[in-house]
Nanobody, 116 residues
């Protein structure tokens, strides 16, 4: 059974960086796209960035210029490099993987806290 696992979250100060990793494992999968979402307390889950199977990317307005999404198709992995972190970036970050056939899967999330 395919599982999606996020890692790389933590506590950082404003202006610092973090790199999140998403790994899909447990089967031979054909991944169409991978995305990062986040959910802050009391707010709905929102798209941060996505990368398609062709390598095209899309970012939320808040992520543009600061965050970079990338993927390693051979390893069924995606990454989110986050620079210039702000307190408002504090949230649980979730990885979403769209797999041809089974559909989409979610990880359990990784906490990112930005505080001085």
């Amino acid at each position: 059974q395919v599982q999606v696992v996020e890692s790389g979250g933590g506590l950082v100060q404003p202006g610092e960086s973090l790199r999140l990793t998403c790994a899909a494992s447990g089967g031979d999968v054909d991944i169409m796209g991978m995305a990062w979402y986040r959910q802050a307390p009391g707010k709905p889950r929102e798209l941060v960035a996505l990368v398609t199977e062709n390598g095209n990317t899309k970012y939320s307005d808040s992520a543009k210029g600061r965050f970079t999404i990338s993927r390693d198709s051979a390893k069924n992995a995606a990454f989110l490099q986050m620079n210039g972190l702000k307190t408002e970036d504090t949230a649980v970050y979730y990885c979403n993987v769209v797999i041809r056939g089974p559909g989409e899967l979610w990880g359990r999330g990784t906490q990112v806290t930005v505080a001085s």
